[in-house]
């Protein structure tokens, strides 16, 4: 089932929270996050933690899966048809009213008799109307609900002529959903919840996330919130690891600030030691002829330098490489040099100079 996303996060009341109390609830219900990562509306099935309430394998709890054709909403297992009506082939009927299945699937009446009561009869009986060849009562009728052909939606049932979900859940386009726990639709519908939980109704951060004014963030590796809400790292310079601002990977810290020693003319080849000139190859230098670039007295190659990717000056973020004069998000390779097997279909396998280490990068190449 897809569902449909609208950010409605920021008008919401933040909750401070991770989950609500349920001593009773295990790691196989929904409602728990159990120590175990998992959001209240999610289960911890094998090492997964699965949404219960939309899951068609692991439907309101792990392990229940659906019949083949039913969808699971709010942690029920629906059948494709709305409640009351019967599905005869590839078609959703009430038997009651239907003359072509009246009484059970393929169970015509002739002509010029019509269908009322699950009987083939002459006349609609009283409480009925006409509609067609059928005779439904349009205050109960999922097919004809409130007015002819009026069907109602998958797991949705009429009542006094207007078709409504069962009782605690509410008519969104997904379907019926649970507005307390559905993160999608959180208190009301199209209420998303993005990244956070839903809980009674509230939009909440996750496990391990924590609020900083309209988002949700890991304080433990978000640059602009690391340690702490409005804790920024330098810009370019440091990346957040564990709620701490430390050099980024190629840097080396000199008194408060990060420098790459390799072209730093105030650092070049250690802290403290200054060139007159330029800087490259951790050496000072009286030109930069024979790089490939020069940003002041660093001599470099704006290709590869994440402190000047692509032209002086333009710095990448803490957790990415410049890669072809782009700056992209990267992993270490599980090798010491390419080529090798990275995760996943996109990722290449790229040599890093800056690192000295072989990366895993999404995108076309190691080229840009």
Known sequence: MVSSRHSAWLGFVLVLACGKDDPGAGSDSAGTDGGDGCTPAQALCGEACIDVLEDDNHCGACGNACAPGDDCQAGQCVGP???????????????????????????????????????????????TVQCGDDCPDLSTDPIHCGECDNACDQGQTCDAGQCVCPDGLLACEDGCVDPLVDSDHCGSC?????????????????????????????????????????????????????GQ???????????????????DPDHCGGCGNACDGPCGNGECVPSCEGFPDQCENSCTDTDVDP??????????????ICVGGDCRNYELAPCDQCPCECEGGEAQCCDSPFLGAAVCVNGDGCFG
């Open 81 to 127: 048809c709305p409640i009351g009506s019967t599905q005869c082939g590839d078609t959703c009927v009430s038997t009651e009213a239907d003359a072509d299945h009246c009484g059970g699937c393929n169970q015509s009446c002739p002509d010029p008799q019509v269908g009322g009561g699950s009987e083939c009869l002459d006349a609609c009986p009283t409480g």
């Open 190 to 242: 199209g209420n998303d919840c993005e990244d956070g939980a839903c809980v009674d109704g509230q939009c909440v951060c996750g496990g391990g996330q924590e609020a900083c004014g309209d988002a949700c963030v890991d304080t433990q590796t978000d640059e602009e919130h690391c340690g702490g809400c409005g804790i920024s790292c330098a810009d370019g310079l440091e990346a957040c690891e564990a």
């Open 245 to 263: 601002c430390v050099c980024r990977p190629g840097l080396e810290a000199c008194g408060e600030t990060c420098v790459d020693t390799t072209n």
């Open 307 to 320: 402190l000047h990717c692509g032209e002086c000056g333009e710095a990448c973020d803490g957790d990415e």
